[in-house]
Nanobody, 113 residues
Framework: QVQLVESGGGFVEAGGSLKLSCMHS????????MGWYRQAPGKRRELVAS???????YYVDSVKGRFTISRDVAKKTLYLQMNNLKADDSAVYYC???????WGPGTQVTVSS
C-alpha cells in the first residue's frame, strides 16, 4: 500500500526559505519520476517540479532558479528546497508520481508579503 507523507511546511516571510520532505512507502525504487505539486485556494493543483530516476529535473517557470528538487532513493524521501519565497508560492504542497497514487495530507506553506 502506497503512503505519501509530506512535511516541512510553515509560515515564512517573503524572501525566506523552507525545505519540504516527502517520505514514501510502498513505491518501487525503480519508479521513473517523482514530483512536487501544489494547490492554492480556488486554484487547480499544479506540478511544481519533478525529478527522474536518472536525475533529470523539471521546474514550472514560476519557480525556476528558486526551487530545487532532490531525492534520496535509499531513504525513500523526496525533497524540495524553496528559496526566495513569494506570496504566490503559498499553497498546500504534495508529492506524487504522475498523480498515480493516493494523495497524502500535504504540507501547508504560507508566505507573507
Amino acid at each position: 500500500q502506497v503512503q505519501l507523507v509530506e512535511s516541512g511546511g510553515g509560515f515564512v516571510e517573503a524572501g525566506g526559505s523552507l525545505k519540504l520532505s516527502c517520505m514514501h512507502s510502498g513505491i518501487a525504487l525503480s519508479i521513473p519520476v517523482m514530483g512536487w505539486y501544489r494547490q492554492a485556494p480556488g486554484k487547480r493543483r499544479e506540478l511544481v517540479a519533478s525529478i527522474t530516476r536518472s536525475g533529470t529535473q523539471y521546474y514550472v517557470d514560476s519557480v525556476k532558479g528558486r526551487f530545487t528538487i532532490s531525492r534520496d532513493v535509499a531513504k525513500k524521501t523526496l525533497y524540495l528546497q524553496m528559496n526566495n519565497l513569494k506570496a504566490d508560492d503559498s499553497a498546500v504542497y504534495y508529492c506524487n508520481s504522475k498523480e498515480s497514487f493516493p494523495w497524502g495530507p500535504g504540507t501547508q506553506v504560507t508566505v507573507s508579503s
